[in-house]
């Protein structure tokens, strides 16, 4: 095989191709391609220029015309003449030739495509000649920009039915031949159906190799080169699906189906862990029939695995795991799955969720035991120097949250009815309150502020439960309910609310000594639920003036 033979097999594929793109896609643009006025740096056009973006589309031969990337182009350059890809030298003296262009004119900025010689090789035989002993061994497809005066022959104005309107172009077939003429509405109906043209010729005609040049936009320019862009009325798009695609899923009438019939979703199943749960399925498919043996697979899911397979079959005995380790006052909560898979692969699933084990009743939630200083105690002066309180728990409780009291434990010191320049108010203050050492077993110790003040009434409060939990079983709060004084649930709610750091006023007549007062009450506080409130008062003895 010689190089005439490789020439002429390459002119057959470009030739099938044009063909085929002509008779069957057509020609205009596909996609891209915008024209816009080029801006500089501050975002003013520039006169005399604009920019052709990216873009596909093919000539009314056959040709792609493939654009990468943006390209800018000055309006005033001549129109290329010729097929030849070599340009001529470039004088370096001689200032580019421009066009003149009329401003009361349009003219169509155009898209061809167009080869270049590339790759020069040297010559096998060179004489020494001042000649260029290279030759250009390979063909690239490029393309060619050009502001042109005319529309190419391709378009056809009269073939927009109504101006302003949006329409679809015909190309023109053999246009001297009145029997081949047809509106562009019996084109584009020709392109998916039967039209009386069709059913007067017999066929649909050819379309013809009409021109090499695609339209992109229209443009007028003045004479300080400010251009006006239309980038639509002559510009033709192809009929594209490259942003289209589908897919298409079974019919739903011949899909698989599977159903769970024992058990209910929401049972409980106490000893499923240890004798066996019978699980129960019915599967068919349209085309296989009824489903059964290894097209039925049953999978469960729980908190330590997932999608952990079961067996196979229509009908199953298993048992199912329990953590009664690590939570023993808990069911453990099971998914179970059953996936059934046709002849054809498409796949069926159905699941229930259901619980194992048998947990025990929760322990009692903790409570306070025994508080020192007591409920109404009277306390010698001496405590104020090393002012101690000590709480007593029937359980362990949570260490993190003992170190941190504030949000569960609170104590405010207490002046009432004082006088000061013959005016009389009760001062309140909070107390900050430090864990002293490590809790002993359920014994917990905590040192008071030191405070100049020294007041002889102290009044505690230990609520939120919820912020004090216990240590051992499952997550329980502190169960404190203790009415140690008479105090309304109002006025603990405001001196629970005082922030510390400050000493608080109230006006005289806000103390009542009958209020102020402890109760009966004994410990250990709780009734029987989570949370609650714990209030008591102690007394000191005051300071002899």
Partial sequence: MGPSDLEALQQWVIGRNRRHNRMLHGWGVACGLTVTQTLDQQGAAQP????????????????????????RIDIRQP???????CAPPVDPWCAPVRQRRDPERTYYLAVRYAEEQRRPVRTACDCGCDDNPCEYSRVG????????????DCYQEDLREQPHQDVSYAAPRNTSSTTNKTSAVETLQEAVGCSERIRRLGTRPCPDCC??????ADLKV??????TLDPLSHRRFLASFGSYGFSCTPRSDHLPTVTITQPESGGTFPSAHETGLELKAKASDPEDGELSGGSVQWFDSHHDAQHEPLGAGTSLTTTLSWDDQDKPYEHTQHT??????????????????IKVGQPAPPPPPPRITAFTPASGAMLPLEWNSKRRIEVTFDE???????????????????????????????????????????PSGTKTLYALEESPFQGFLYLVQIRLGSALLGDKGPPRALDCDFAGTKLSGGVLDEIWSMPAGTEHRKDKGWF????????????PSGDGTEGGTFHLLFNVQAPIN
Avoid at 141 to 152: F, G, K
């Fill in 396 to 438: 362990q409780m949570n260490q993190a949250q003992l170190a941190i009291p504030d949000p569960w434990f609170r104590v405010w010191e207490i002046h009432p009815e004082h006088d000061v320049l013959g005016i009389k108010f009760t001062t309140i203050k909070k107390l900050s309150l430090t864990l002293t050492g490590s």
């Fill in 79 to 85: 129109r290329p003449d010729g097929v030849d890809g």
């Fill in 336 to 353: 179970v799955l059953v996936e059934a898979t046709d002849s054809d692969g498409h796949v069926a699933a159905d699941s229930v969720t």
């Fill in 222 to 227: 003045d004479t300080r080169g400010t251009v």
């Fill in 211 to 216: 021109s090499p040049w695609v339209v992109l």
């Fill in 48 to 71: 005399w220029s604009v920019t052709v973006g990216e873009g596909y589309a093919l000539s009314g031969c056959g040709d792609e015309v493939c654009v990468p990337g943006p390209v």
């Fill in 512 to 523: 009542d000594w009958n209020a102020w007062s402890s109760t009966s009450a004994a410990l």
């Fill in 141 to 152: 497809e490029t393309y060619t920009l050009a502001v042109l005066d005319s529309l190419p």
